[in-house]
Nanobody, 124 residues
Framework: EVQLQASGGGLVQVGGSLRLSCAAS????????IGWFRQAPGKEREWVSC????????MYADPVKGRFTISTDNAKNEVYLQMNNLNAEDTGVYYC?????????????????WGQGTQVTVSS
């Protein structure tokens, strides 16, 4: 059974930083892309970032490029999202997900596995 446990969300001021973590079990990062999606209030879920060891790719959605960094600790089977210079548009529920396309133009269908979300609120 695949389990993804996200944590690290919280309330932060505009310009601040947060680091999200996702502990994965039942999968290895060697075989499956893993990454983050988010859903703002009243909006559809959107892809944020992903990493694929298999394809040696790391990708970011345009709104977060230069501000967010995704990384993994393969020994711990964890993936992280360092979020800097946060703005109000980054507010939402952030989901860790695995097994989706993380190359080329990015995800083109929903991920197979999802964790529960962690709330990120950026206040001005």
């Amino acid at each position: 059974e695949v389990q993804l446990q996200a944590s690290g969300g919280g309330l932060v001021q505009v310009g601040g930083s947060l680091r999200l973590s996702c502990a994965a079990s039942g999968i290895t990062f060697d075989n499956y892309a893993i990454g983050w999606f988010r859903q703002a209030p009243g909006k559809e879920r959107e892809w944020v970032s992903c990493i694929s060891r298999y394809y040696s790719s790391t990708m970011y959605a345009d709104p977060v490029k230069g501000r967010f960094t995704i990384s993994t600790d393969n020994a711990k089977n964890e993936v992280y999202l360092q979020m800097n210079n946060l703005n109000a548009e980054d507010t939402g529920v952030y989901y860790c997900a695995a097994h989706f396309k993380c190359r080329g133009t990015g995800p083109d269908r929903p991920a197979k596995w999802w964790g529960q979300g962690t709330q990120v609120t950026v206040s001005s």
